[in-house]
């Protein structure tokens, strides 16, 4: 079973890049990497979604190598809204009961 | 379009009793699933409804349950209710149960 480590928490600064790394050893051939953002009282909300390479959207990148086994969210120039937690998940290819979320990255970000 | 809306926002109950959560997904979404969300244990997967059926169903004791109604609502029913499962109940909605979830503001239960 697939198992995803995060970092608990991150400290950064208005105007610079964060980025976020989740390992994840195990992950399955057909497995998706997808990351979520989480503020207080919130449900998570779908941040970016990969399988390898790289891809990128309006809000961040994801850079994933060529083995698979780790992944980075990359925060482009943060903002004092981006405090909140992060979340990488790994699965899908064997089933909703497959999934596994990491733990969870705390990110503050500060003026 | 609308989001994920959860009901109630906030739940009281003493042990023993039960108790029901709701879940309306997205319009045309048809997949919904149930998590249990906790400081000690994080995001932990409870079960997945497509079309009224089960799929797929984590490792949550018996007294988790879920239903799917035909226009997709999802209920999920705990009974015999303990402490330890105070917690945030998160419901998701995806389109096809794809990878894309998403997620309710969830209920907060609070098991005294």
């Known amino acids: 079973l697939a198992k995803t480590t995060q970092p608990i928490s991150m400290d950064s600064y208005e105007g610079q890049e964060v980025n976020i790394t989740c390992s994840h050893n195990n992950i399955a051939t057909n497995d998706y990497i997808t990351w979520y953002q989480q503020f207080p009282s919130q449900g998570p909300r779908f941040i970016i979604q990969g399988y390898k390479t790289k891809v990128t959207n309006e809000v961040a990148s994801l850079f994933i190598p060529a083995d698979r086994k780790s992944s980075t969210l990359s925060l482009p120039r943060v903002s004092l809204s981006d405090t909140a937690v992060y979340y990488c998940?790994?699965?899908?290819?064997?089933?909703?009961?497959?999934?596994?979320f990491g733990a969870g990255t705390r990110l503050a970000v500060h003026p | 379009k609308a989001g994920v809306t959860q009901t109630p926002r906030y739940l009281i109950k003493t042990r023993g009793q039960q108790v029901t959560l709701s879940c309306s997904p997205i319009?045309?979404?048809?997949?919904v699933s149930w998590y249990q969300q906790t400081p000690g244990q994080g995001l932990q997967f409870l079960f997945e409804y497509f079309s009224e059926t089960q799929r797929n169903k984590g490792n949550f004791p018996g007294r988790f349950s879920g239903r799917q109604f035909s226009n997709s609502r999802s209920e999920m029913n705990v009974s015999t209710l303990e402490l330890g499962d105070s917690a945030l109940y998160l419901c998701a909605s995806s389109p096809d149960g794809s990878e894309k979830l998403f997620f309710g503001s969830g209920t907060q239960l609070s098991v005294l």
């Open positions: 319009s045309g979404h048809r997949s």
């Open positions: 998940l790994v699965g899908f290819s064997g089933g909703y009961n497959k999934l596994i």
